[in-house]
Every structure is written in structure tokens, then in C-alpha cells.
């Protein structure tokens, strides 16, 4: 049986110099987090390292610099400013690769704060809706600090925890981190019927959250046979699941079975992955594994972009030197789509951003990062339609591109490439 101690005593393991995991997104301990940073008086040199978390990250605040040296393997809200102001940094890596910085001991975790189900009659416990990176902190921490909450679902997969695992448990009964489904804009249901266009029946799909992902599900109903394999998944999917539309059948990697690393949601989400047998969790290691994916048929793989240049250059993860989000999984699966017998590696985004400006430039902002390279693009999509980019020269993507902008920025960037192209030969 489970000895519970109050969320300042669980913490008091965190000594000056450790590096301390936290878990990710929806199973962000807030409780355990905030014990932590109460004691910033007597800590210094502590390593706070994460992929996105879902909590105010308090940690971050400008008065903490020097007690927590944040290094984010993925930039949220809650620490973007942090980051661009200098009191966080940002580790450039792909999420398939972030469980080894752990098991090979490039980044050794001292302390995990992590929060699981209640244990089962075996003495096992949940990781619940991220096993994502946290399975790999959990296996190497020197100390694992759980919060107990009866409110995480029990899922199945390989994220299992047993409590001789645990140095502290603090019990809690508060909910999880949950978001709604937001209502689909006109220009995100255009975009999410170009990109079901280009899936065919029996295709293994990789989608994130969001409103692109959540028009392109919506446009499925009429498919047949479609398989997931994914790093993260929401609401989009359930309806699906139940008109029979995914059912895996198709797929060589855990068929029947929708993988995923992580999953944030509405409660309705979590209540019907809960003790799901078709929805099996799995840490990035082994969901982001370009090989693995490469394995299932027909992979469509659907991420998205900041901007996108007239040679196919994808940035997703900053705005000129801005830091906004992360590398993430999107080259993971944009090459493991294309090795997929049949695959298809999609990029959509909206034509313009929220000011109008436009999303397909003739060159990055300065200082943007590339996350998806020129040779490995394959599909671009936005409201105005399809290019098709493999193979393609610069001028046939120059022109491609061009016909999928927003009609106001056409002419500027016919000009801007004819000069472009007349100086590069």
C-alpha cells in the first residue's frame, strides 16, 4: 500500500545541482512543481528539463534565474517568453531522440515529478495520457515523485509504473489539464478537404492538435480501413472510431491498435481512452522511430508550418529568431511517411497568417530555423489547394507554390521569384 506525504516533503529529494524531469502536457504535477519552486530558497543549479508542460512554469520567472536553468526540449506558452528573454534555453532535438538523452545518460535525471493513476491490485500505476519522454525519466530517475490522482486515465501500452518505483507519492483528486474542441473556421475546413483528398482508404494517419488536424478528420467520415500511428492525438478521432472508420486493420505495427505517445483533450477524450485496449501509448523512442513508421502502409503524416519558401524550405518551429515552439516530431514523420509503401508527407497550413501576411515567402525571415528540409518536402496544402513539390526543380516550385498562395500576394511573389531565379541561374 501506497504511503502518501504531503507535496513539500515528496520534493525534499531535489538538492542543489540535480537535473529534475517534469511530466509532460496534460499530466503536468502542478501541485509537485509548485512545492518545488516554495523552495527556491534553499536550491541552486537546478536543471529543469521538459517537453511541453501544461502549468504557469513558474520556475521561469526572471527572480529564479540561477535556482532553475531551464532547457526545454519544446517550447509552449508558458515558457516562449522565458526562452526569448534569455531566463530559459532550447535544445534543438527531435522527439524521437529526446528518451535517449536519458537512457544513454547524455542528460541524466536525478528527480522525475510525474503524475499516475492509482496503482492497480499488481501495484502498478499509470502514466496515463503521456508516456511520450516521461517513460524513459521514470526508468533512469534516481528519484521518481508521483502525484496519485484517480482522475488520470489507466491506459494501455507500455506505460506502467510500479509503486517500489516511487521514493514519494502525493495524493490528489483535482482534474487534469483538458481543452476543448474549438469550432472549424471556413479557411481550416477548406484546407481539411484538400488534405483528405490525398487519403486513401486503409492509410496509417499522423496528425497533431489543433484546428487543420481536427477539418481533415472531419472529412473522413467516408473513408474505410484508416489506421493511426501517431506521436499525439485529440478529440478528432473518437467519432471515427465509432463509425468504423478507424480500425487498424490495415496496419503491420500493432494492427487494430491506435499508438500514440501523448494525448491531450476534453475529458470526453480521456474518458474513452480509459482502459481502452485499442489505444495503445508507447514512448517516442518507438512511436517517432523513423523505421517503425515506415513499416505501416499508405503513412499519411500531417503537420503544419510558419512559413514555407519558394524552394519548399519548411520553418515550424520559430519566427525569425524568435524561438515559438520546437523540432517536435515533424521530420520524424515526414521521412517516415516517405518511406512508407504509399506514403504521404503533407505540410498544411492557412495561406496568410492572422495579419494577412503571407505564410509562402520567397526567403525565411532572417535567422528562422529550417525543420523540414527543401529535399525532403513532399505535399504543401493550404485553403487554395495542393502542391505537389518531390522531384520538382526550383522554378516548379517557385510556380507551384505561387498557385496555392493567397491571391493578394500572388503578383508580389511572381516578381520576387523571377528575380530570385534570373540571379541563381
Known amino acids: 500500500m501506497l504511503k502518501f506525504v504531503s507535496?513539500?516533503?515528496?520534493?525534499?529529494?531535489?538538492?542543489?545541482?540535480?537535473?529534475?524531469?517534469?511530466?509532460?502536457?496534460?499530466?503536468?504535477?502542478?501541485?509537485?512543481?509548485?512545492?518545488?519552486?516554495?523552495?527556491?530558497?534553499?536550491?541552486?543549479?537546478?536543471?529543469?528539463?521538459?517537453?511541453?508542460?501544461?502549468?504557469?512554469?513558474?520556475?521561469?520567472?526572471?527572480?529564479?534565474?540561477?535556482?532553475?536553468?531551464?532547457?526545454?526540449?519544446?517550447?509552449?506558452?508558458?515558457?516562449?517568453?522565458?526562452?526569448?528573454?534569455?531566463?530559459?534555453?532550447?535544445?534543438?532535438?527531435?522527439?524521437?531522440?529526446?528518451?535517449?538523452?536519458?537512457r544513454k545518460k547524455i542528460a541524466p535525471v536525478d528527480v522525475a515529478l510525474v503524475q499516475l493513476s492509482p496503482?492497480?491490485?499488481?501495484?502498478?500505476?499509470?502514466?496515463?495520457?503521456?508516456?511520450?519522454?516521461?517513460?524513459?525519466?521514470?526508468?533512469?530517475?534516481?528519484?521518481?515523485?508521483?502525484?496519485?490522482?484517480?482522475?488520470?486515465?489507466?491506459?494501455?501500452?507500455?506505460?506502467?509504473?510500479?509503486?517500489?518505483?516511487?521514493?514519494?507519492?502525493?495524493?490528489?483528486?483535482?482534474?487534469?489539464?483538458?481543452?476543448?474542441?474549438?469550432?472549424?473556421?471556413?479557411?481550416?475546413?477548406?484546407?481539411?478537404?484538400?488534405?483528405?483528398?490525398?487519403?486513401?482508404?486503409?492509410?496509417?494517419?499522423?496528425?497533431?492538435?489543433?484546428?487543420?488536424?481536427?477539418?481533415?478528420?472531419?472529412?473522413?467520415?467516408?473513408?474505410?480501413?484508416?489506421?493511426?500511428?501517431?506521436?499525439?492525438?485529440?478529440?478528432?478521432?473518437?467519432?471515427l472510431v465509432k463509425k468504423g472508420v478507424i480500425t487498424g486493420e490495415n496496419k503491420r505495427n500493432l494492427r487494430g491498435k491506435i499508438v500514440s505517445g501523448f494525448s491531450v483533450g476534453s475529458r470526453r477524450l480521456y474518458d474513452f481512452i480509459d482502459d481502452n485496449p485499442m489505444v495503445h501509448f508507447r514512448d517516442t523512442a518507438f512511436t517517432n522511430d523513423t523505421f517503425v513508421i515506415a513499416r505501416n502502409p499508405k503513412v499519411t503524416a500531417i503537420n503544419s508550418a510558419i512559413e514555407i519558401d519558394l524552394s519548399g524550405q519548411v520553418c515550424a518551429d520559430t519566427i525569425g529568431t524568435m524561438q515559438f515552439s520546437g523540432v517536435g516530431g515533424q521530420m520524424d514523420f515526414v521521412r517516415g511517411a516517405a518511406l512508407s509503401e504509399g506514403g504521404k508527407p503533407i505540410i498544411a497550413l492557412p495561406s496568410i497568417t492572422g495579419k494577412g501576411e503571407s505564410k509562402i515567402v520567397t526567403f525565411l525571415k532572417p535567422g528562422a530555423a529550417v525543420t523540414t528540409t527543401r529535399a525532403h518536402v513532399h505535399y504543401i496544402a493550404t485553403e487554395f489547394g495542393v502542391a505537389y513539390l518531390f522531384g520538382k526543380s526550383r522554378r516548379q516550385r517557385a510556380k507551384a507554390l505561387i498557385d496555392i498562395a493567397h491571391p493578394d500576394h500572388r503578383e508580389r511573389l511572381e516578381r520576387e521569384a523571377f528575380e530570385w531565379l534570373k540571379r541563381v541561374g
Open 119 to 239: 496503482p492497480d491490485r499488481h501495484g502498478y500505476c499509470s502514466l496515463g495520457v503521456s508516456v511520450d519522454v516521461a517513460l524513459a525519466a521514470v526508468e533512469t530517475a534516481r528519484y521518481v515523485v508521483a502525484l496519485i490522482n484517480p482522475n488520470v486515465p489507466r491506459t494501455h501500452g507500455e506505460g506502467f509504473v510500479h509503486v517500489s518505483r516511487l521514493h514519494a507519492a502525493v495524493e490528489t483528486d483535482g482534474p487534469i489539464f483538458e481543452i476543448a474542441p474549438h469550432a472549424l473556421s471556413e479557411q481550416e475546413r477548406q484546407i481539411g478537404k484538400h488534405v483528405a483528398g490525398l487519403v486513401e482508404d486503409g492509410a496509417t494517419l499522423q496528425m497533431g492538435i489543433g484546428g487543420i488536424p481536427d477539418a481533415v478528420l472531419a472529412e473522413l467520415g467516408g473513408h474505410k480501413k484508416l489506421g493511426i500511428h501517431t506521436e499525439m492525438f485529440s478529440d478528432g478521432i473518437i467519432d
Open 7 to 102: 507535496a513539500a516533503k515528496a520534493v525534499q529529494c531535489i538538492a542543489p545541482g540535480h537535473r529534475v524531469f517534469v511530466h509532460s502536457a496534460a499530466m503536468t504535477p502542478r501541485p509537485l512543481v509548485t512545492a518545488m519552486v516554495n523552495r527556491a530558497s534553499e536550491l541552486k543549479d537546478v536543471e529543469i528539463i521538459h517537453i511541453h508542460t501544461e502549468d504557469d512554469a513558474a520556475y521561469a520567472q526572471p527572480q529564479y534565474r540561477g535556482v532553475f536553468n531551464i532547457r526545454a526540449c519544446f517550447v509552449g506558452a508558458n515558457l516562449r517568453r522565458a526562452v526569448n528573454d534569455g531566463n530559459a534555453d532550447y535544445i534543438p532535438i527531435f522527439l524521437s531522440d529526446i528518451p535517449s538523452l536519458f
